[in-house]
Structure formats: structure tokens, C-alpha cells
């Protein structure tokens, strides 16, 4: 899970920084693109269909399943996480890992993806076990 939602973030970070023009959600967060969705996607996918076939010996489409849902869930505690904070009107949530923007920063497309890879592991753990 961990390396599903580090490809999300790193993806988008680089896709965005590279190529992005279009806001995603401008008044939630204005440096958010679309292209770098795209390339969270893309990034998120790959390591999650390679991760499928190669460690856990599973189908791809597995993979693809778990990609998308990583990928939902942690955009959405991304763009939450930022909702809150231009709600608080601050730009870090603490200043514990300097140039990170804080333990939640880091942790908000974490939490939620946690959760759904919870509920995807019992949803294949047949697949995984056989």
C-alpha cells in the first residue's frame, strides 16, 4: 500500500512540476493539476499491477483494481487535507518535518488509503492465498 500511494505522490509531484497548466481544484489547492492526476495515475498503476504480478503472484486486473482505489483515496485525503488547512488559513500543519509541511502532510494520502487497502485485502485475500 505504502508503495502504491509514494507512486501517487511522486507521479503527480513530477508530472505536475514538468507539465502541469491545468488546476485541479484551484481554490482548494492552486498547484494541483490535472496532469499531475495523469501522472499520479499512470505512476500508481504501474507499481501497483507490477507489484500484483511480481510480489503477491496475483492477476494484474488485481492490481489495476488496487491502483485505481489507492489512487482515489489518496487524492481525495490530499485535496481534504488542503481544504482544511486554506479553511485554517495556514499553509503547514506543524513544522516537526521542515520542508515536508508537517506529520499530517505527509500522512494525509496515507490514512484514507489505508483503510480501502484494508478492505481490498479481505475483498482478494483469496487470490493471494491460493
Do not use: N, Q
Request: proline fraction near 5%.
Amino acid at each position: 500500500m505504502l508503495i502504491a500511494v509514494v507512486a501517487t505522490d511522486t507521479g503527480a509531484y513530477a508530472s505536475g512540476l514538468a507539465f502541469g497548466s491545468h488546476p485541479m481544484a484551484p481554490r482548494i489547492s492552486p498547484k494541483k493539476t490535472w496532469e499531475g492526476f495523469a501522472g499520479g495515475a499512470l505512476a500508481t498503476l504501474i507499481a501497483s499491477v507490477l507489484w500484483a504480478l511480481f510480489v503477491l503472484g496475483i492477476p494484474w486486473w488485481a492490481g489495476v483494481v488496487f491502483g485505481l482505489l489507492i489512487l482515489g483515496c489518496a487524492t481525495v485525503g490530499d485535496l481534504g487535507e488542503s481544504m482544511i488547512k486554506r479553511d485554517l488559513g495556514i499553509k503547514d500543519m506543524s513544522s516537526w518535518l521542515p520542508g515536508h509541511g508537517g506529520v499530517l502532510d505527509r500522512l494525509d494520502s496515507i490514512l484514507p488509503s489505508a483503510a480501502a487497502a484494508l478492505a481490498l485485502y479481505f475483498l482478494f485475500s483469496p487470490l493471494v492465498v491460493s
